[in-house]
């Protein structure tokens, strides 16, 4: 089974507004991280944002957010007020406790368009 | 600056021709790994390293060969490299404390064709 599923393969969101890219995970670890990255098209990978299986409340950074829906298996990342240097490929990412991998999703491109 | 650093960037050889594709982090940093990605199949991981003389197989080992002899440098190898090696490969690093936050670190990225 897949670790992190990233269904959405594109994604077009108009400059200024808001938009959610999708991520679900699986693991049976009680303990476990979420990580979101960048990357442009000049391709180096940008960290973006932190989410903790035992954190009481959703990482913000900036215009982002995760909406983390523990029981669900779910940790989309909102990106507010849209810009047009948001226009990137999107990867969702975990880390278990008991592991030393680290798993990505096969990401989301994401256009703003002006 | 914090940085890791892979080399060469772009990197063009043909089937059966060993190559090293070098990585080094400034940070003091016990993990290490390395990743290929490929379009529809995101980042996966080939090796990782816990620290110096520690290496263990990621999902997809296979072709790849590693050493960690210094903290700081964690090469990847390619002892036959053969057309489905070609990919964007990137070295990572992370503090190696037992934290599930602990960030990861990429370097630049490598594009490496196999002819």
């Known amino acids: 089974a897949q670790k992190i599923t990233q269904t959405q393969p594109g994604m077009f969101v108009q400059e200024k507004e808001a938009v959610t890219l999708d991520c679900t995970y699986d693991t049976s670890d009680p303990s476990y991280g979420l990580f979101w990255y960048k990357q442009p098209s000049s391709g180096e990978m940008i960290f973006l944002i932190y989410q903790g299986s035992y954190d009481q409340q959703n990482a913000t950074e900036g215009r982002y957010s995760l909406n983390f829906q523990k029981a669900r298996k779910s940790a989309n990342l909102v990106i507010s007020a849209s810009q047009l240097g948001d226009s990137a490929m999107y990867f969702c990412a975990m880390r278990e406790n008991t592991g030393n991998q680290f798993y990505f999703g096969t990401g989301t491109s994401l256009t703003v368009i002006p | 600056e914090a940085q890791v650093t892979q080399n060469p960037r772009y990197l063009i050889t043909v089937t059966g021709k060993k190559l090293t594709v070098t990585c080094s982090q400034n940070?003091?940093?016990?993990?290490m790994s390395w990743y290929r990605q490929d379009p529809g199949l995101g980042l996966r991981q080939i090796y990782y390293s816990m620290n110096v003389e520690v290496t263990d197989k990621g999902d997809v080992p296979e072709g790849y060969k590693v050493s960690r002899k210094e903290k700081r440098n964690f090469p990847l190898i390619l002892e036959s490299p053969s057309p489905n090696q070609t990919s964007l490969y990137f070295c990572a690093s992370r503090p190696g404390r037992d934290l599930v936050k602990n960030i990861q670190y990429f370097g630049a990225g490598t594009r490496l064709s196999v002819l």
């Open positions: 940070m003091n940093h016990e993990y």
